[in-house]
């Protein structure tokens, strides 16, 4: 980061990739594929905990932010989100001077978040700035589904031309996120049945989303959830963290095989980090109270007759058009059908994969029966005191080899 003037007077920072630096990320990369891909084949629980697909998530993620266009889109994007609010102001960008590897926005000045005491001696009510921090994520995380997801203390200033009512100012928008409309509800629905300790009902979400393997039964999962969650759940809320949810959530399921979600991490992440730094500001901030409006009116609007009509409008065409392709479809079908041209295509797989291990049995059975005729037939020789004794001997360890190589 430099700061740098415009020609006509107006203050900047200039954003640099610094020369080299994705050379040493892509070598970075290649040893944690490594060890994924090791802790794939020795590790027991990878199947769960899927660390290929975390490695991979985190490859997008970082590769992304070598990326200074896609940065200053993300930026626009989110300071549009937010026109006209009192709660955060996004710095503009100047296109213009902005290429791939190199960024200018506005200059902002602030005091950082985590400078409390200057905070303090400025006037800046705390609890308000902490209450809109939270706002502000949950906003973005469900009702603009674009979240900053790199929210540390360093990347977010407080201006206080009213200290009365404190503004966030976001830089560095190289990590941004957003949630499939799915994990949207189940995150939703998952806070709101803790808070209400309606633990069968967090435990049937875990199972309706895929978190969980189907064969769970849901009492036991409900169970282990209620053993996890209750003691947290009987605390004041002000003292409930919900990264303390998440991961109490996660250690109830694992017992069951629950996979890990590489799509929810930044999600995750970033409530950690919003909570962290509310709590820094605020100690007393009752992080439920602040989102429950945000989250039921999120859910109340997502299922209003106009907004699920919208819904239904934007998909209409590409289902109307997807109709008109099936008359023709249904004909050619039928036409093959009558013609003995018609031909089902089954995955095949399974049947390759059973194939295989038939093969692979077939051949370990013929070197079993192999070895066992060599190893017996040189331990034979030497019994009967064959001369000369060299030939059984050979025999009898090619035939041990054998069954110690059969597989």
Not at 49 to 63: A, G, Q, S
């Amino acid at each position: 980061m430099h700061a740098a003037q415009l020609k006509y007077g107006k203050e900047v920072v200039v954003k640099v990739v610094r020369p080299g630096i994705r050379a040493l990320i892509e070598r970075d990369l290649e040893v944690l594929y490594t060890l994924a891909h090791l802790a794939n084949r020795y590790w027991p629980d990878a199947h769960r905990l899927r660390p290929v697909e975390v490695v991979r998530e985190y490859e997008k993620t970082i590769l992304d932010e070598l990326d200074l266009m896609r940065e200053a889109a993300n930026a626009s994007q989110i300071r549009r989100n937010f026109a006209g609010s009192m709660q955060l102001y996004v710095p503009e960008v100047y296109w213009d001077y902005c290429r791939k590897n190199v960024m200018v926005m506005e200059r902002v000045r602030g005091v950082l978040i985590n400078n409390v005491e200057e905070l303090k001696r400025r006037g800046a009510n705390i609890k308000r700035l902490a209450e809109n921090g939270v706002e502000i994520f949950f906003t973005q995380a469900f009702r603009h589904n674009f979240f900053h997801a790199d929210m540390h203390p360093g990347n977010i200033f407080v201006l206080l031309d009213d200290p009365e009512h404190p503004r966030y100012a976001a830089v560095d928008f190289g990590i941004v996120g957003s949630l499939e409309p799915r994990d949207q509800h189940y995150l939703a629905a998952n806070f709101s049945a803790f808070f209400d300790h309606d633990y069968r009902r967090i435990a049937q979400l875990h199972l309706d989303a895929g978190w969980i393997p189907a064969h769970v039964r849901v009492d036991e999962l409900e169970s282990a959830v209620r053993t996890v969650c209750e003691p947290i759940a009987n605390k004041p809320l002000k003292e409930i963290s919900f990264g303390q949810v998440l991961i109490s959530l996660f250690e109830a399921a694992q017992r069951f095989d629950a996979q890990m979600q590489p799509q929810l991490m930044l999600i995750q992440k970033t409530l950690l980090q919003i909570e962290g730094v509310g709590r820094q500001l605020y100690p007393e901030l009752d992080l439920w109270k602040t989102a429950q409006p945000l989250l039921r009116q999120w859910a109340h609007e997502r299922w209003k007759p106009r907004n699920v009509w919208r819904e239904v409008r934007a998909q209409l065409p590409d289902f109307v058009q997807a109709l008109a392709q099936v008359p023709p479809l249904f004909e050619n079908a039928v036409q093959r059908a009558s013609d003995g041209r018609l031909r089902l295509q089954v995955e095949a797989t399974n049947l390759d994969v059973i194939r295989n291990e038939l093969r692979n049995t077939g051949r370990r059975r013929d070197l079993t029966i192999v070895g066992s005729i060599g190893a017996m037939s040189g331990i034979l020789w030497l019994a009967l005191n064959a001369d000369p004794a060299w030939p059984g001997v050979m025999l009898a360890i090619a035939g041990v080899a054998t069954l110690a190589f059969r597989r």
